[in-house]
Each structure stands twice: as structure tokens, then as C-alpha cells.
């Protein structure tokens, strides 16, 4: 069973900075792709971000500029640094894991991210 754990989150202001890390118990690189998700109360789950196993990047308009998705493949760890928050960026953000084939997808539990003042 692959395990991904959030952390990072936190209140802050608007115009701050956060980076959420996702840590994964098993080599990223046999993922087909990461991702993060967020989903704000009374709103669907929605995609923020991913990153091939390759490294190439994909990015939601609504953050374009804003956030930035890396990894780094000898830590299994995945990152979101996000800047310029919005109290519309607040939510609870969670990590993907998409396998190769056809397995079912990996998520974490959620790390909330509340910008206000």
C-alpha cells in the first residue's frame, strides 16, 4: 500500500507564501504522474497542478504564475510553492499519485490552507 502524507499548510495572510510538501513511501518515479488537488467547502475537488515522471509541468489557470509543482525523485517528495495567496486559494490541498496501468489512484489525507486576514 503507497502512503502519501501532506504537510505544509497554515493560515495566512493574503499576498504570503506557503509550499506544501507531499511525502511518498515508495519511489516516485514509478508513478506515471503527481498532482495536487484542492477543494474548498461546498466546491468539487479540483485539479491545481501535476508533474510527469519525466518532470514536465501542468499548471490550472486559476494559479498560473502563482504556484509552481516540483519534486525531487531521491527524497519521494512533491512540492507545491505557492505565492501571491488569495483568500479564493483557501482549501484543503491534497497530493495524487497516478500509477502506470491501470491501477487505482493514491491520495493523501489533506493539508488545509486558509488565507485570510
Known amino acids: 500500500q503507497v502512503q502519501l502524507v501532506e504537510s505544509g499548510g497554515d493560515l495566512v495572510q493574503p499576498g504570503g507564501s506557503l509550499r506544501l510538501s507531499c511525502a511518498v513511501s515508495?519511489?516516485?518515479?514509478?508513478?506515471?504522474?503527481m498532482a495536487w488537488y484542492r477543494q474548498a467547502p461546498g466546491k468539487q475537488r479540483e485539479l491545481v497542478a501535476s508533474?510527469?515522471?519525466?518532470?514536465?509541468?501542468s499548471t490550472a489557470d486559476s494559479v498560473k504564475g502563482r504556484f509552481t509543482i516540483s519534486k525531487d525523485n531521491a527524497e519521494n517528495k512533491v512540492y507545491l510553492q505557492m505565492n501571491s495567496l488569495k483568500p479564493e486559494d483557501t482549501a484543503v490541498y491534497y497530493c495524487?499519485?497516478?500509477?502506470?496501468?491501470?491501477?487505482?489512484?493514491?491520495w493523501g489525507q489533506g493539508t488545509q490552507v486558509t488565507v485570510c486576514t
Open positions: 515508495r519511489s516516485i518515479f514509478s508513478f506515471r504522474s
Open positions: 508533474i510527469t515522471s519525466l518532470g514536465g509541468t
Open positions: 495524487k499519485a497516478v500509477p502506470r496501468g491501470t491501477l487505482n489512484d493514491y
